[in-house]
């Protein structure tokens, strides 16, 4: 991907598990944000975290910035299958605020 | 939030001809939109930075008179995929940032699902 990467690649988990996918990116960055997006459709904004964040929370989304790693995590916790999609970082760079992805992370919650 | 509308959502062209898709900010005013391509089961790739006015800037890789960007007005942007072939069948995403101030997301179109047969 033209930023990063982010593994795994792919999640199969059962319903009501826990998910969690990481993210890398290269660049020093203005926020990191994370986005879901179901076979062929548009993207769904999840949630934003700037880079003077740490960690922050959306319903059952949890997500962490290191920026000293470079990394993120996005928890989702108690699973559905509706949350079977694919899941992209994406991050907005201090410079021209370009918006790059990661390379997704396909996950499918078995019911 | 911010509401970014795309033009058309679905589109089937002969190999050979143009297709021009439209990316417009209702509600707020883009100097700088973005546009994304994305084949299936891979990330979105930027292509271009469309800058209200002036050219766009294109990513390395990315051929500028294959993919004409055109930002006339503040609200507007389109993306014309000229001489298609079924390589060029992919999904179009454009974007455009809110204030950079607010420090906020960006705004995504609904995209748009080019097809050269």
């Known amino acids: 991907s033209q930023q990063g990467e982010e593994d795994p690649q792919a999640l199969s988990i059962q319903e009501g598990e826990n998910a969690t996918m990481n993210c890398s990116y290269k660049t020093s960055i203005n926020n990191l944000q994370w986005y879901r997006q179901n076979s062929g459709r548009g993207l769904v904004h999840l949630i934003l975290?700037?880079?003077?964040?740490r960690e922050k929370h959306s319903g059952r989304l949890r997500v962490t910035l290191d920026t000293s790693k470079k990394s993120s995590s996005l928890l989702i916790t108690a699973s559905r299958a509706a949350d079977t999609a694919s899941y992209f970082c994406a991050t907005t760079n201090t410079g021209g605020f370009k918006t790059i992805f990661g390379a997704g992370t396909r996950l499918f919650v078995k019911a | 939030g911010a509401v970014v509308s795309q033009h058309p959502s679905r589109v089937i062209c002969k190999s050979g001809t143009s297709v021009k898709i439209e990316c417009r900010s209702l509600?707020?005013?883009?100097?700088?939109m973005f546009w994304y391509r994305q084949f299936p089961k891979q990330s979105l790739m930027l292509m271009a930075t469309s800058n209200e006015g002036s050219k766009a800037t294109y990513e390395q890789g990315v051929e500028k008179d294959k993919f004409l960007i055109n930002h006339a007005s503040l609200t507007l942007s389109t993306l014309t995929v000229t001489s298609a072939h079924p390589e060029d069948s992919s999904f179009y995403i454009c974007?455009?940032?809110?204030?950079?101030?607010?420090?906020?997301?960006?705004?995504f179109g609904q995209g748009t699902r080019l097809t050269v047969v």
């Open positions: 974007s455009a940032n809110g204030d950079p101030l607010e420090n906020t997301e960006a705004f």
């Open positions: 975290i700037r880079s003077n964040e």
């Open positions: 509600d707020f005013q883009a100097t700088t």
